[in-house]
């Protein structure tokens, strides 16, 4: 098989509709990362999108729905505080893990009785879960353990192969996962961080939420989340995670990328391009908000370019870098 890159014309994205109806993959863009879609009501598809990832088959996978859409069915039971979140943050990068409807099959679910549900606000994405008509299931489209897609060509260079079609869209506005935040217990709590952080939704809810930090303390915390394994979102060069300060005593033997945004660290770069020689330095704008959409792609751009090593500038430890640094824990590891 070798994949079709579709640009997201109107009667492209008609097709792919058609193409999920009747069973097919389509790998699609969202506003945080690309996604591999599987009508959730055709189960040969989502079997395949288990095979394709190359992911174990007890994984969760989130259901993606169009604003608006009829949930009933889907999910148990609409309660205030997830119309509270939908008002306040859909279409958009939140996913809510809540018991799932009759209708939802398990094979969606991991043979769990939760769901994680989520309205994307791309506009692809809409336009493409409008035309289908019933819930996407979506991981990210990449194979198991490696780097999210941020562009359509990195679901080709991964998965071109397995799958037959791929939809093109503008570049993901956040570029890493959304939150999932879980409704299953009293507390609402922080299965992953992203870009709608506890606090934003402790505003909207006016309760206590449970941040990530606690969560992952908790022993026996979920472990189907498959963002939760210790390594993940990896790239095959080493990504090491540094302070301006750490980079002076460095010496590199192999071609490196230095990854930083702050005029210290790309100083300390800079000199180490001078001493060492094959080192290249790419300077990201300093908001966590454009270096977590920039960070998957720059982690890429580390194997494309054929570097053994990544040394990225280590961020604050304040909440709104949390999602980048749980992200870079990651990759890092
Ligand atoms: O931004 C995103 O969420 C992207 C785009 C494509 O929408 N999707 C994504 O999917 O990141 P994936 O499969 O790579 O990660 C979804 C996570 C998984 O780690 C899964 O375990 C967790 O959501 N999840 C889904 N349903 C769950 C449930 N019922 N309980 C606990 N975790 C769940
Ligand atoms: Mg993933």
């Known amino acids: 098989m070798h994949a079709e890159l579709l640009v997201p014309s109107a009667s492209n ?11 097919e993959l389509v790998a699609f863009p969202t506003e945080t990362v690309f ?8 189960l040969g598809a989502i079997e395949g999108i288990f095979k394709a990832k190359g992911r174990p088959s007890e994984h969760p ?5 169009a604003p608006g859409a009829e949930l009933t069915g889907w999910v148990a039971e609409l309660t205030l505080t997830m119309q509270k979140l939908m008002n306040a943050f859909w279409p958009g990068p939140l996913t809510l893990v809540v018991p799932k409807g009759e209708r939802m099959p398990f094979e969606v679910t991991g ?19 409008k035309a289908t008509g019933v819930p996407v299931a979506a991981p990210s489209a990449n194979r198991f353990g490696k780097v999210s897609p941020t562009r359509a060509s990195h679901v080709l260079a991964e998965l071109g192969d397995r799958i037959p079609f791929i939809l093109d869209g503008d570049v993901p506005e956040v570029g890493i996962e959304s939150t999932i935040v879980s409704l299953l217990d009293d507390q609402p709590a922080i299965l992953r961080p992203g870009a709608i952080t506890a606090a934003q939704i402790e505003a909207v809810l006016g309760v206590a939420v449970k941040s990530h930090g606690e969560v992952s303390k908790t022993p026996n915390a979920n472990p189907r989340v498959s963002g939760a394994l210790e390594k993940h979102y990896s790239p095959d060069a080493k990504v090491w ?16 990328l230095c990854v930083g945004w702050t005029d210290e660290f790309l100083a300390q770069a800079d000199a180490l391009r001078e001493k060492c020689g094959e080192v290249l330095v790419e300077a990201l704008s300093d908001k966590p908000g454009e270096v977590a959409k920039a960070l998957y792609a720059t982690l890429r751009q580390a194997d494309e370019l054929a570097c053994r090593q990544v ?21 890092s590891a």
């Open 13 to 23: 994205i008609k097709r792919c509709a058609q193409a999920l109806q009747s069973g």
């Open 35 to 42: 996604g591999l879609g599987a009508a959730v009501s055709q």
């Open 61 to 65: 996978l989130i259901a993606h729905v």
């Open 111 to 129: 043979g769990q009785n939760s769901v994680g549900i989520r309205c994307p606000s791309h506009p692809v994405a809409i336009e493409l879960l």
């Open 241 to 256: 995670v540094l302070q301006a300060s750490e980079l002076a005593a460095l010496q590199l033997q192999n071609k490196t």
């Open 311 to 331: 040394l990225f500038e280590k961020p604050g430890q304040t909440p709104d870098w949390e999602a980048v640094n749980d992200r870079l824990k990651r990759a």
